[in-house]
Structure formats: C-alpha cells, structure tokens
C-alpha cells in the first residue's frame, strides 16, 4: 500500500526566508507522481506542484522548488523568498502509476507560519 | 468564478438524520472524488469516479453513498449520521481518473457537523 508521510507538524519562519518541508513516502510502483498542495486559512486546497518519478531534474515553479532523493523516497517542498500569505498548511500526496492506485494519497501536513 | 461547486458550506445534523452533499465541476473533468478532513485523518480518500462510475471505494460504511445524475455531478449522500461523521467534506476533479500525472482541483467543502 501507498503511504506518505510528514513528520513536521508545524514550521515557523522570518519572512522572506528560506523554508524546507519534509516528505517521505512508501510505493511499489516503479512509475510515480509526487504533488505539493497547499490549504489557506479559509480552507480552500490549492495545487502548487509536481515531480514525476522518472525525471531526474527537480522541479521547480515560482519560488516553489522540490528536493526529490528517490533514493530515500522523499520529495521535500523549498519555498524561498517566503511572504506572511504563505502562511498555510502544506501537504505532500502521491499518485501511483497502476490503475488501481489512481487515487491521490495525502499526508498528514505541515503547518507553516510566516512572521514579519 | 469558483470551478467546483459543493453546497452547502456549513451543515448541522441531529444524529440518526440523512444529508445529502452536493458537488458540481465545470471543468470538464472526467474524474471526480470525495475526501474527507477530520482531526484525526486529514485528507482522507474516499471515492472516486469515472464518467459517472464508481473507480474505488475505501470508506468502510455503507451508509455514505455517492450519486452521480450528471458526469459533472457527484453528490454524496449520508445516512444515519454519527457525531463520528462530522468533518469537512471535499469534491475534487481531474482530467481523467487513470491519467496519474494530472493534479486534482478542490471544491471549497462542506463543512458538517453532528449533534
């Protein structure tokens, strides 16, 4: 079975920083997809990012970049350049390649706070 | 313009009561999900749907059933609800259910509770 896991419950950072959250998942599958989601305080989840098992360049959109170790199956997420509207929660998901792990796993989350 | 529609946005239920969840996506996906965000589960996977049939099930209960009347409709429906059951409910799409690479987008939730 498919599991991802977030180990850090809650990050606080100065604005305009550098910030790294963890992630570290379990799969079967040779071929994978790694996302980054994002939940504001309003609740609304947004999509951020994604890496693709097979790519060996990490990927990178905005001041949204990712540390993928396939090795040590983990997709860490850096944000750089932080500003206080990142303050959010952020989760890790994974998508296996099988037709039957279709569904979107999440981990447990991290909250992250920005202070001025 | 929100993509996904999911009404209502706050629910109270007595125990024991049916409610009925509604999502709608005009983004012409193929693909639609429930999640469920509680305390203690966040996030959690609970159906999805392919051109209007079930993909997978991993909600134990029988008493949450998903209905589909449009390819862009998926509701959900609950009976006999507990105090357990009340969490923030969310509709989510993507362009097709077996195409891995596609990202979901979310529906605000319905955020129920159970008295």
Redesign the interface.
């Known amino acids: 079975a498919q599991k991802v896991t977030q180990t850090q419950t809650s990050i606080s950072v100065v604005e305009k920083t550098t910030v790294t959250m963890d992630c570290v998942y379990e799969t079967r599958d040779s071929?994978?997809?790694l996302?980054w989601?994002k939940q504001t305080a309003?609740?609304?989840?947004?999509?951020l990012i994604?890496q693709?098992s097979y790519k060996k360049e990490n990927a990178t959109v905005g001041h949204y970049s990712l540390n993928f170790q396939k090795p040590k199956s983990s997709i860490g997420l850096i944000i750089t350049a932080t500003q206080i509207e990142d303050s959010a929660v952020y989760?890790c998901?994974m998508?296996?390649?099988n037709?039957?792990?279709?569904?979107?796993?999440?981990?447990?989350?991290t909250k992250l706070s920005i202070k001025p | 313009d929100p993509k996904i529609i999911q009404k209502p946005k706050y629910l109270v239920a007595v125990t024991g009561s049916e409610k009925i969840l509604i999502c709608e996506q005009y983004l012409g996906h193929n693909a639609m999900y429930w999640y469920r965000q509680s305390a203690k589960k966040p996030l959690e996977f609970m159906f999805s749907y392919s051109y209007q049939k079930l993909m997978d099930n991993q909600t134990a209960s029988s008493r949450f059933q998903p209905q589909s009347s449009k390819k862009n409709h998926l509701d959900l429906q609950i009976t006999a609800l507990k105090p357990d059951d009340s969490a923030t409910y969310f509709c989510a799409s993507s362009q097709d259910e077996d195409t891995a690479n596609s990202d979901y987008t979310f529906g605000s939730g319905t955020r129920l509770l159970v008295i």
């Open positions: 071929s994978y997809f996302f989601y309003s609740g609304e989840i947004v999509f994604r693709d989760f998901a998508r296996g390649m037709y039957n792990q279709g569904k979107l796993i999440f981990g447990q989350g």
